[in-house]
């Protein structure tokens, strides 16, 4: 016993001196020369800080919005898979780590042959033979090549791609829900401000009716006054039918059944976080995408590694021992004491080009990973440019919308005390109330696109996972 032991010794010494002779290349981050002119902007920042370090918590200030985000994340179907996803590459990823230790499994069994009389063996056992057997089988494969290194860190690549999906996941829900309640706030404005329509409306049918019995007007004003009466309740209907849709996405996006949704008023939403965007060179730690398509390629870079190490021989140690005895009395004893220890290289020489195609898929797959974190990397910009010139866009234009709301809201007051007087036609009266109904609902639609600008850029930039 102590000679295999001391071959064995030998054996693991060589192994662990090989390991030297060869390491696999270590991943480097690709240069991409467009990171630098991702956003397009006229000032390009220069402030490594970024909105998206901002936690959600602070950046959202409505009580009920910040309620139903921490809902959200705690019970959306999306994030309780994308958590299920993590718990099974974290498996794979174990099952990695694992890989430098041996393969050790164990046997216990009986063994039972009936020989032929006539046959070799049968004339000296006497037709039968019974066998006892406990084995311990021990198998390991020395690292030399860096195969079993580059697998744990394909693995480890492969869990935090997961992780960061993960994060992607909460991102896209922090937006989601928002957004999705900025539209609620949005279209309760919008129904309020048509209510008041509606009644003002109504009270004028009257008014023109009188009008046209004094001979000031015609049947035609009064018919064109009940036909924008009842316009205003069809646009009513449509935002009740609009509130109630929205109201059961918010819900679903909470993964709770349909319920009625409290919520604030649209004038007491604002995000006065301070718009910063950072250098691009932050979306690679911020935007989960990003991150998750960073985290692709490292796996696709290792996997090369492993497909690149099999062109080399292979050190397996194998080794079995235990007790063998034809008596079950005896199993135990010393006499019954057995060894075994193989340790041999392994080199492929022909196997119908396998480890060929299988190294020559997985540079394709690199090339694959590193354009697909390249194309992120770019859409990533593309997103954060789109939504700061939108926020700039709507920022300046609510000023004007205000504007055109105050003239129109006068030229219909003006226009009804010109008609009562008979020094207006009815038609401008027409005209001038349902474009300051117009003018009142596009600058409830500016508001709200403000927020969603926010949000749409704070997304952008790998906001809400922190």
Not at 33 to 51: A, G, I, V
Not at 178 to 198: C, G, P, R
Not at 210 to 220: E, I, N, R, S
Not at 352 to 358: C, M
Request: with cysteine.
């Amino acid at each position: 016993m102590s000679s295999i032991i001391n071959k064995t010794l030998v054996v693991v010494i060589m192994a662990t001196t090989l390991q030297s002779c060869f390491v696999a290349k270590e991943y480097s981050r690709p240069e991409i020369e467009e990171t630098e002119h991702l956003y397009r902007t006229d000032n390009l920042p220069q402030d490594s800080l970024s909105m998206a370090d901002v936690s959600w918590k602070d950046l959202f200030t409505d009580a009920y919005l910040k309620q139903y985000i921490e809902e959200g994340l705690q019970n959306n179907l999306d994030i309780r898979v994308a958590l299920q996803q993590m718990a099974a590459a974290e498996a794979y990823m174990k099952q990695g780590k694992a890989g430098y230790l041996p393969s050790l499994s164990a046997t216990a069994q009986m063994t039972h042959q009936e020989l032929s009389k006539n046959s070799q063996f049968g004339s000296f056992f006497n037709g039968s033979l019974q066998q006892y057997e406990i084995t311990g089988n021990l198998s390991w494969e020395a690292d030399i090549w860096g195969k079993i290194r580059s697998t744990k860190r394909a693995g480890e690549a492969s869990y935090l791609q997961s992780v960061a999906a993960h994060q992607a996941v909460k991102t896209q829900l922090v937006s989601a829900i928002a957004s999705t309640y900025y539209q609620l706030v949005a279209l309760d404005a919008q129904l309020e401000i048509t209510e008041k329509t509606i009644a003002t409306r109504d009270s004028s049918v009257y008014t023109i009716k009188a009008l046209k019995d004094a001979g000031q007007v015609t049947q035609v004003a009064v018919d064109q006054n009940i036909a924008q009466y009842n316009n205003a309740k069809a646009l009513k209907v449509d935002l009740e039918a609009a509130i109630f849709k929205t109201e059961n996405t918010l819900n679903l996006l909470l993964g709770r059944p349909f319920q009625a949704i409290e919520r604030e008023d649209l004038n007491t939403q604002s995000l006065d976080s301070e718009i910063k965007l950072g250098v691009p060179a932050t979306l690679l730690r911020n935007r989960p995408d990003v991150m998750a398509a960073e985290y692709g390629l490292i796996n696709a870079f290792e996997m090369t590694n492993v497909t690149r190490s099999q062109f080399y021989p292979s050190l397996t140690l194998t080794a079995s021992g235990g007790f063998q005895s034809l008596e079950l009395d005896e199993l135990l004893s010393a006499n019954s004491l057995f060894a075994n220890i193989i340790g041999g290289l392994t080199q492929p020489v022909f196997n119908k080009r396998a480890i060929k195609t299988q190294h020559e898929v997985a540079k394709a797959q690199q090339e694959q990973a590193f354009l697909n974190f390249k194309k992120t990397l770019l859409t990533a910009g593309n997103e954060v440019s789109n939504a700061l010139f939108d926020f700039n866009a709507e920022s300046e234009k609510f000023e004007f919308r205000e504007k055109e709301v105050e003239a129109l809201r006068n030229a219909e007051s003006n226009s009804e005390e010109l008609l009562k007087n008979g020094y207006a036609n009815y038609l401008d009266l027409l005209t001038a109330r349902q474009s300051a109904l117009s003018a009142e609902l596009n600058m409830i639609n500016n508001k709200l696109n403000q927020l969603l600008s926010v949000v749409n850029l704070y997304e952008a930039l790998g906001g809400g996972w922190k």
